[in-house]
């Protein structure tokens, strides 16, 4: 019986992308995108999102493309510009599991100095009854342990709980360890794969 539904942040509850900074920093998609390929990666950002001070990765950072430096100090002086709305009908959704019973909780790669610029302006966070974030556990998903740190804290079974996530690899790492996961892409989507998981 499914009792608690986990999901993921950004993709999932908040549109969260770099390209809303840097394709109007640099005025077209393509020179964005290169620069997001090639000097502040996502692999790059993880380094931050699994407890690596802002300050220190930009530094360092800088140090290696000193070519980039007002770019990439861009990437932490102007961060809150990434942030774009709650994804389309997901507040509501959530609203309505609570009151059906289900308990909501956060599992996220994110770090814990961005994420305090955002907590309280989207009201979608407060809905949750319990979040774990790489940032302050310091280790980030797919890895099997931030998972487990989820499920002990609050005494959830993996196979009485849903996982949303929109990188399949974090999927995966859910299922391994015998939690339901999918692979979100809408709001409307993610309803249909609960209920199959429900249902079955």
């Known amino acids: 019986m499914i009792k608690n539904i986990i999901f993921d942040f950004g ?19 393509d020179s964005a995108d290169w620069f997001l390929s090639n000097i502040c990666t996502m692999d790059w950002n993880m380094q931050m999102d699994a407890g690596k001070p802002f300050e220190q990765g930009v530094a360092e950072k ?5 070519q980039w430096e007002k770019e990439i100090r861009l990437y932490w002086e102007r961060w809150i510009d990434m942030m774009g709305d709650t994804i389309p009908g997901m507040y509501d ?31 979608i966070f407060q809905l949750m009854d319990g979040i774990v974030m790489s940032g302050e556990e310091r280790v980030t998903k797919p890895d099997a342990k931030i998972y487990h740190i989820l499920l002990n804290r609050y005494q959830l079974a993996p196979e009485e709980c849903v996982f ?8 995966i790492a859910a299922q391994n360890i015998g939690i339901h996961a999918v692979q979100f892409q809408s709001t409307e989507q993610a309803k249909r794969e609960l209920s199959k998981v429900t249902l079955s």
């Open 62 to 66: 800088i140090a290696q493309y000193p």
């Open 164 to 171: 949303f996530d929109d990188n399949v690899n974090n999927v």
């Open 11 to 29: 993709g999932v509850l908040v549109d969260w992308n770099p390209h809303h900074l840097y394709d109007t920093y640099f005025g077209d998609k």
């Open 93 to 123: 959704w959530i609203l309505q599991l609570k009151q059906q019973g289900y308990a909501i909780y956060g599992l996220t790669n994110w770090s814990t100095e961005t994420f305090i610029q955002v907590k309280d302006k989207y009201s």
